[in-house]
């Protein structure tokens, strides 16, 4: 599937200002590219692939959890905003034949985070988060710190995501805890 394709594919699946979403991420990914090394290439086809899933029904997507042990099953005990990436991830490998295990991972932590994020599936993750659309408090501060290091851009993200949903008294995904601290190590390390 080259890009046109799947820009293709994803206009079909998604509204419209969650297609201009996309394609600011693609841009944004793509600078960050640019200044921070990673695959361009496999970044971009991820960057449009990554929402596909975003208007599925919730239901469908626990359905699949629970059929798919790849699949964490503990995402069933969380919020529904988590599932569009990792079942979108099994979605594109299946319905849109994409067979790059590092696609398929970019799409599928680029709302959580992980432990141990390669430099691609930080790129992403941080372009999703920063991308010129964003507006809410925060997204800026984000910004300034990616624009001196994508670490800590990527820590700048998960540490307001956290803040953010426990001021709303909402779980938090364990990987996104993994992915802080990970960050966090690695900072006192370096
Ligand atoms: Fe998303
Ligand atoms: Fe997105």
Redesign the pocket.
């Known amino acids: 599937m080259n890009e046109t394709e799947a820009y293709e594919a994803v206009r079909h699946s998604l509204k419209p200002a969650r297609y201009e979403h996309t394609r600011r991420v693609v841009q944004t990914a793509e600078e960050l590219c640019r200044k921070y090394g990673g695959d361009t290439e496999k970044v971009r086809k991820a960057a449009i692939l990554?929402?596909y899933a975003?208007y599925r029904p919730a239901e469908e997507m626990r359905k699949k959890v629970e059929e798919h042990p790849e699949l964490p099953s503990r995402l069933n005990d969380y919020g529904d905003e988590l599932l569009?990436?990792f079942v979108g991830a099994l979605f594109v490998k299946e319905e849109l034949g994409i067979s790059d295990e590092d696609i398929i991972q970019m799409i599928a932590v680029?709302?959580t985070g992980r432990k141990n994020m390669t430099l691609e599936e930080k790129i992403l993750f941080l372009a999703?988060y920063i991308e010129p659309g964003r507006t809410f408090s925060g997204a800026e501060k984000a910004r300034e710190a990616a624009a001196s290091s994508l670490d800590e851009g990527c820590l700048t993200a998960l540490s307001q995501t956290i803040e953010f949903l426990v001021s709303k008294r909402t779980a938090v995904y364990p990987d996104t805890f993994e992915a802080y601290n990970d960050f966090i190590q690695k900072r006192k390390d370096a």
Request: net charge negative.
């Open positions: 990554h929402d975003k569009h990436a680029h709302t999703d």
